[in-house]
């Protein structure tokens, strides 16, 4: 007879575009997840066509099929913690919005809207609408410049300017708790990366490090926010957990600049084995 354990292992659910070159999206997640030792599910929300060199074809699926993916895992796992990336479309955010208003565990949302070569990766205008339905749903927000910069419909131009944006996006939602500001875009000269913690009515926490030169930086976007989102299921504490996640993805990135995986020599995967 099937005895039940008494507790279960967390799991991180991620619901993301899947990537066949395995860079970023839904494999680079799982591989994060793998590498730092939680065990990740995935939803995936458009199947992509994409490389080193772009993306060239993305395809949404149903809003429906999304959804009762999501649902499955829900239905059969300990869910502690949802890492969401690329949506595709207002119908599948509409959705996720509509589910994820029940749900009480942690929401980690990395407003993916472009890949790392530049493709927009939204077939829906309505961007404000779109991720606000997220938005407000999640608690801890990791976009890079261009991303903060969309979302705030302004210009951005420095730290200062930033970090403005993500307290009024925090004070709009009142289930937010964190806005994880990256700083590879707004200092793209500069020799240092400047990665900031805001939380609300408290001091921003901000990681420096030196900027690692690498031609492999796919998925960057996708890794961090599924670390952020593991190590948080191990931790628990914002502070610790964005500190933990700079680690990580330095020792990776750093590992991945002198590995050669893609023929174009260009904007390569990153390796996500510690």
């Known amino acids: 007879m099937y005895c039940p354990q008494p507790t279960l292992s967390p799991t991180v659910l991620t619901i993301a575009g899947s990537d066949p070159s395995g860079g970023a999206g839904i494999q680079a997640d799982l591989k994060t997840m793998t590498a730092i030792g939680v065990y990740g599910a995935a939803a995936i929300t458009c199947i992509t066509v994409q490389n080193s060199l772009g993306v060239t074809e993305s395809v949404p699926l149903e809003s429906g099929l999304v959804l009762r993916q999501v649902q499955a895992v829900l239905a059969d796992h300990h869910v502690t913690h949802i890492k969401i990336g690329m949506i595709g479309t207002m119908e599948i955010a509409t959705a996720l919005g509509g589910l994820l208003a029940d749900y009480s565990g942690e929401v980690i949302y990395d407003p993916v809207l472009a890949s790392t070569t530049g493709q927009s990766l939204l077939s829906c205008s309505r961007l404000a609408e779109l991720s606000g339905q997220l938005i407000s749903k999640a608690t801890v927000l990791t ?132």
Request: proline residues 2%.
């Open 143 to 274: 976009p890079n410049g261009d991303e903060l910069a969309q979302l705030a419909h302004q210009k951005i131009a420095t730290a200062e300017e930033a970090l403005r944006c993500a307290r009024a996006i925090l004070t709009r939602h009142e289930h937010l708790r964190a806005v994880i500001v990256k700083g590879g875009h707004l200092e793209p000269d500069s020799t240092d990366i400047h990665d900031y913690l805001v939380m609300k009515n408290e001091k921003v926490v901000v990681s420096k490090r030196k900027r690692i030169q690498s031609a492999n930086l796919h998925g960057t976007g996708c890794t961090y926010a599924s670390a952020f989102a593991a190590f948080h299921c191990r931790e628990r504490d914002y502070r610790k957990v964005f500190s933990l996640t700079a680690v990580y993805m330095d020792s990776i990135i750093n590992r991945s600049s002198s590995i050669s995986l893609v023929k174009s020599r260009a904007n390569g995967p990153l390796v996500h084995a510690l």
